[in-house]
């Protein structure tokens, strides 16, 4: 059976790759994204846990490197992408109610909690369109998380690893495509590369999310020739980060391995020089961006007062204009009436505010504002409570036998946090699908505690 596994999984990318060239080739992606069908088709009737877990992270990897083909609205004014994962959701439900496996215990209130709010403040404000286009990812991540948690309870931790690490080769060898290419864009005086994808932001997503991955795996390899082949998808992974160019990516990498090196690294001393090797060569490619960064950081410092205040346009510019956008969406919240301050303006009112305050039509660039100015201080409640319910879920798994394991996570949930204050990764379902991962398989470490005794106030191997 195991081997009748693998090799139909090779099978499966043997025929995506190959599509995937002649699609390249001949700038028509139908025959790719056929196969991909046939294939998730099959393999969902037959129901093989290990191939659902691969399947819902390697489409969403593969859908989203051909959005020429999958982003434009088609059926029912939906995409191609959106159509696949309302299916897959509908998928996904079915079969947790055909196994009678619905449960919501922490995690899951905590993002029911987030659709409460957001349906409390979109029925008042009565804009339901965009109030199904938000909620719809946090539906997302809830029958995620629970369907990932109910059928990974089979599947061995370390293949679990393998998918999340493994599979983002397809987007690092896409985007070195575009590099041999030569097809970049500039932004503030460094090319960077998107491959076949929408934007360099989803290369370096998929790229973070591997990263720890391919650590706990090398962590637990024995084999000299193995370790050597995780140390060099880890380097390439991080080039590829890198040549993709967007500075929370590099954040929050940075900030995975500060805690990571803190806390999990055995080998404090060598991963430290590790670390500082990467950054001279971070800073040998792009050491002009990153002192300009330095130097708006400087600024704000030592003129806080002006650059904080809500009512004067100081400093607005700084942070790619984020300090701007901040003030506008905060100062329009603060001069809102009671009913607004608690409910907000309602789902995507950022957008409208936004394009008052600085004429553009965009994001916050903060998960914490946006929450407050579109739900309200019930809405920005609720996304706390959440953040704050996983990691104090996490730290209950703290003296399992691998908390390496944990570790990971929490490190990986910490850094999301961080960088939430300077972009929106709870907005992007390619974030959400590995965070819903990493929580779901969590669990995992209950099942080691067996093999575990109490001894006085620790824990201890017998």
């Not at 028509?28 to 046939?38: G, K, Q, V």
């Not at 079969?95 to 215990?105: C, P, V």
């Not at 806080?304 to 607005?316: I, K, N, Q």
């Not at 907000?344 to 407050?372: C, D, M, P």
Request: hydrophobic residues 50%; charged residues 15%; glycine residues 6%.
């Amino acid at each position: 059976m195991e081997t009748c596994l693998k090799r139909n999984i090779y099978i499966f990318i043997f025929l995506v790759l190959l599509a995937q060239a002649v699609s390249i080739v001949r700038g028509n992606y139908l025959l790719s994204m056929l196969i991909l069908a046939i294939f998730i088709f099959a393999y969902m009737l037959q129901a093989k846990k290990t191939i659902l877990v691969f399947l819902i992270l390697f489409a969403r990897v593969f859908f989203d490197s051909m959005p020429t083909i999958t982003a434009p609205k088609s059926a029912f004014g939906l995409s191609f992408m959106e159509l696949y994962t309302v299916g897959l959701m509908i998928f996904m439900v079915i079969y947790l109610l055909t196994y009678r496996s619905i449960e919501l215990d922490p995690i899951s209130k905590g993002t029911v909690l987030i659709l409460f709010s957001l349906i409390l403040t979109g029925a008042y404000h009565g804009n339901i369109r965009d109030l199904i286009d938000i909620s719809s990812v946090w539906l997302y991540f809830l029958i995620t998380y629970s369907f990932i948690k109910y059928i990974s309870q089979d599947i061995p931790l370390e293949r679990c690893f393998k998918i999340i690490g493994l599979l983002s080769l397809y987007p690092c060898l896409n985007q070195l495509y575009s590099i041999g290419k030569g097809v970049g864009e500039m932004h503030l005086g460094f090319i960077r590369y998107a491959g076949t994808y929408i934007h360099p932001l989803v290369i370096g997503e998929y790229l973070f999310f591997a990263i720890p991955a391919i650590l706990y795996l090398l962590s637990k390899e024995n084999r000299p020739k193995i370790k050597f082949i995780y140390i060099a998808i880890i380097i390439l992974y991080h080039a590829g980060i890198l040549m993709a160019g967007y500075r929370t990516i590099w954040l929050a990498t940075t900030l995975f391995w500060f805690l990571y090196v803190l806390f999990i690294s055995q080998k404090k001393i060598l991963s430290v020089l590790l670390v500082l090797f990467g950054g001279i060569i971070i800073w040998s490619f792009a050491g002009k961006m990153l002192a300009a960064n330095l130097g708006q950081i400087e600024t704000m410092v030592d003129n806080w007062d002006a650059v904080t205040s809500l009512h004067t346009h100081t400093y607005d510019r700084l942070l790619s204009g984020r300090i701007g956008t901040w003030k506008g969406i905060l100062r329009t919240y603060v001069d809102s009436g009671f009913i607004e301050k608690v409910l907000g303006f309602g789902s995507n009112s950022i957008f409208n505010i936004t394009f008052r305050n600085v004429g553009a039509t965009v994001y916050a660039h903060n998960e914490y504002i946006s929450a407050l100015c579109e739900t309200g201080i019930l809405g920005l409640l609720c996304l706390l409570i959440w953040m704050f319910t996983i990691n104090y879920e996490i730290s209950k798994y703290r003296h399992c036998v691998d908390r390496q394991h944990v570790q990971i996570t929490q490190s990986i949930i910490l850094s999301l946090l961080i960088i939430a204050f300077g972009t929106m990764p709870f907005r992007h379902l390619s974030v959400i699908n590995y965070l819903a991962v990493y929580l779901a398989i969590l669990p995992q470490c209950t099942a080691m505690d067996s093999e575990v005794k109490l001894k006085g106030s620790k824990y201890v191997s017998p």
